[in-house]
């Protein structure tokens, strides 16, 4: 992606981390005289007496979730042996993936001749990364109609033995090695894999299965340890909690969940949406138990950024979600699908239908709350990507709708359209009142709004880069975590923006 709106955005948040650490030194947890609404408008509370401003945040932990292949998604060893292709290099497993998300890794030691890893058809067609030891060449192969195309290589500085990685994202291949300190990608391409096939397309991605083998004379040697599956992630972010309709925490012996973003080897249409647990006891211990995709428009995305609703009225999921998984800067709205598939395990690809929000203007990062019978959705407002310019908004529905119509004849409460680089809205209780929270990326705070959408406040919370959401979890003792991510880069020099970030884990007592 090269349009300089992406680069504008990346800017913006690049600019302001430099400082935002600072910037609102002695000021986290105070009232807002700048924002505060006139005399006349009646607040369920005074900013001094409100229980939320006595909450006060330290980083406690801080740490990186990356996972190539999804621990959770690896295919058996017993479905990764099957006949070889037409071609007879190839091996091809009975499975493949779900979504065009998905990891092929092999241990390389000396091998005979040109490493293939990737996916295949039976008739001959695939889309491979391989390593050529003659050439010393990567690089990335698409086959069709029996013509082959390099779309890509580089000369590369590997040892003899090493492991090797194909990943798809979307339509992006990034070939990857390992040496010894990690995984780092070599290249990886897009739009000339896209010009020749599309591997969002159902049907097409269903032709092709997981597949390795080595190209040249004599025995194939040198090739091992094949493990497929799933893509992970190369950071996580968006984090939202998994709530009851009365927007407390989901939990299951003694964790709790998210929905977050899975960043992906690219940009927003790389990235797919996950679900992933946090020891409430030990908030270091995550992990990954449910992927989430979208099929619309004809198409397998990685739509993310929103939130799971428990129904507990219905005993179903509400799953709110934002249409990143095909964006082009021509604008995002929020869908959203109601089910009652566990979609806190597995794989999920999800029908989501558009909702209709009380907005002329792109949405995205949808979350819901019902409280005293009426449903509360928070969202964002983006009157412009092209630059991005964004900003939280909150509606209500009438009282007594049920899980299934919650989008309906919501009406607009308000915006705070005086922020152009706030998202990440979060309706949080905190000692018995509902309040709205979100993230200013200008500003380099967490606003705190009534549920009138009247500013009466900041978290006292550290702001880290990027625009971080104020994701609060109540605990048993009375305190809080904040969950949320920075804007912490995975190999941006090959892959470009959009590979970020690190969890942050907050903690605060409780309030006084």
Not at 186 to 210: F, I, K, N, W
Not at 316 to 325: C, E, H, K, L, P
Not at 487 to 497: D, H, I, L, N, P
């Amino acid at each position: 992606m090269s349009r300089s709106v992406h680069l504008s955005r990346r800017s913006v948040l690049t600019a302001f981390g430099a400082f935002g650490a600072t910037s609102v030194a002695g000021c986290w947890g105070q009232p807002d005289p700048s924002a505060d609404p006139p005399d006349d408008v009646p607040r369920p509370t005074t900013s001094q007496e409100a229980a939320i401003f006595d909450l006060s945040f330290s980083i406690e932990s801080r740490y990186r979730p990356f996972e190539l292949l999804a621990p959770a998604f690896v295919v058996p060893e017993s479905d990764t042996v099957s006949e070889s292709t037409g071609a007879g290099e190839l091996q091809r497993a009975s499975a493949s993936p779900q979504a065009p998300f998905c990891c092929v890794q092999a241990e390389i030691a000396d091998p005979s001749g040109k490493v293939l890893v990737g996916l295949a058809t039976s008739n001959d067609e695939h889309l491979l990364a391989f390593y050529d030891p003659a050439t010393r060449r990567a690089g990335i192969e698409v086959r069709r109609a029996g013509r082959t195309r390099t779309v890509r290589r580089r000369l590369v500085d590997v040892p003899t033995s090493f492991r090797l990685a194909f990943v798809l994202c979307e339509n992006q291949v990034t070939v990857l090695a390992d040496t010894g300190e990690g995984w780092q990608p070599l290249l990886t391409e897009r739009d000339r894999v896209a010009q020749v096939v599309d591997m969002r397309v159902p049907a097409t991605l269903a032709a092709h299965s997981y597949a390795w083998g080595i190209r040249g004379p004599g025995e194939p040697s040198g090739l091992d340890a094949v493990r497929a599956g799933l893509f992970g992630m190369t950071g996580i972010r968006d984090q939202h909690l998994v709530q009851h309709s009365d927007g407390s925490p989901y939990l299951r012996e003694g964790k709790a969940f998210f929905t977050a973003t899975c960043a992906g080897l690219g940009f927003f249409q790389q990235a797919h949406w996950g679900v992933f647990s946090l020891d409430l006891a030990d908030p270091t211990r995550l992990e990954q138990v449910a992927q989430l995709y979208s099929r619309r428009d004809g198409l397998l995305l990685g739509d993310h950024a929103g939130q799971i609703v428990r129904d507990d009225d219905e005993d179903r999921w509400i799953v709110a979600t934002s249409s990143w998984g095909d964006f082009d800067f021509d604008g995002v709205h929020v869908r959203h699908v109601v089910t009652t598939d566990d979609v806190l395990c597995g794989v999920h690809v999800l029908e989501t239908a558009a909702i209709s929000l009380p907005t002329d203007v792109s949405s995205w990062d949808p979350g819901l709350t019902r409280i005293d019978g009426r449903w509360h959705v928070s969202f964002v407002e983006s009157p412009s990507q092209d630059p991005f310019d964004f900003h939280p908004a909150l509606a209500v529905g009438p009282p007594g709708a049920s899980g299934a119509s919650w989008d309906e004849k919501l009406e607009a409460v308000g915006a705070a359209t005086d922020l152009h680089q706030g998202e990440g809205p979060v309706i949080a209780e905190v000692d018995g009142e509902w309040w709205f929270l979100a993230s200013d990326g200008d500003g380099r705070h967490y606003p705190v709004y009534d549920m009138g959408m009247r500013r009466v406040g900041r978290l006292d919370a550290p702001y880290e880069t990027n625009i971080p959401h104020p994701q609060l979890v109540p605990l048993d003792d009375g305190g809080f975590l904040l969950v949320t991510f920075d804007g912490t880069q995975y190999a941006e020099k090959v892959m470009g923006y959009g590979g970020h970030g690190d969890v942050l884990i907050m903690r605060s007592g409780a309030p006084s």
